[in-house]
T-cell receptor
Framework: DQQVKQNSPSLSVQEGRISILNCDYT??????FLWYKKYPAEGPTFLIS?????DKNEDGRFTVFLNKSAKHLSLHIVPSQPGDSAVYFC????????????FGSGTQLTVLP | EAQVTQNPRYLITVTGKKLTVTCSQN?????MSWYRQDPGLGLRQIYY???????DKGDVPEGYKVSRKEKRNFPLILESPSPNQTSLYFC??????????FGNGTRLTVT
């Protein structure tokens, strides 16, 4: 049973609009959450993270929101750009680790010009 | 340039023929790990290593071996590959409690 779920395999958004990518988890021991971005033929690259002691973390156009009671997190990209088109993986860990990660299945984001 | 290098990038082999996928990092990271990516399943950890001569199983270790004789290298060994090991493999490394740096992947097909 997958402990980290990304229920939308794909998402299309118009350039300049907001992209919202969602992630749900089932393991209540998870306390650190990360988003990775992956372009074709490349490895995933770290994008942004959030600890369970926070409910929001912002880095430029990227903001991650965490709702612990709902076991839900989301990544907001504003404004979306064509270069943001990639697969986005949500990942979670216990003990604040940035390394021992459980990944979701990914969401393919396409930003249309 | 700081990077994690995997070789080969693409590999087609037959069932039962032993193979090794190499992974090397030039960032002096003590932690290294192998993942496989399959459609609908995301990335799943195969093995990881906290430091030289220290390795441990991840979530899907069956059919794989690893070794960590040097800090920079972490090869993944398939002693007797089977078709269900057809997948996209990623090596990653990191410093203490820092996000993982991934290599560009090795696409393995076992026929």
């Amino acid at each position: 049973d997958q402990q980290v779920k990304q229920n939308s395999p794909s998402l299309s958004v118009q350039e300049g609009r907001i992209s919202i990518l969602n992630c749900d988890y089932t393991n209540s021991m998870f306390d650190y959450f990360l988003w990775y971005k992956k372009y074709p033929a490349e490895g995933p690259t770290f994008l942004i993270s959030i600890s369970s002691i926070k409910d929001k973390n912002e880095d430029g156009r990227f903001t991650v929101f965490l709702n612990k009671s709902a076991k839900h997190l989301s990544l907001h990209i504003v404004p979306s750009q064509p270069g943001d088109s990639a697969v986005y993986f949500c990942a979670a860990s216990e003990g604040g680790s940035a390394r021992q990660l459980t990944f979701g299945s990914g969401t393919q984001l396409t930003v249309l010009p | 340039e700081a990077q994690v290098t995997q070789n080969p990038r693409y590999l087609i082999t037959v069932t039962g023929k032993k193979l090794t996928v190499t992974c090397s990092q030039n960032m002096n990271h003590e932690y290294m790990s192998w993942y496989r990516q399959d459609p609908g399943l995301g990335l799943r950890q195969i093995y990881y290593s906290m430091n030289v001569e220290v390795t441990d199983k991840g979530d899907v270790p069956e059919g794989y071996k690893v070794s960590r004789k040097e800090k920079r290298n972490f090869p993944l060994i398939l002693e007797s590959p089977s078709p269900n090991q057809t997948s996209l493999y990623f090596c990653a490394s990191s410093l203490v409690n820092s996000p993982l740096h991934f290599g560009n992947g090795t696409r393995l097909t076992v026929t």
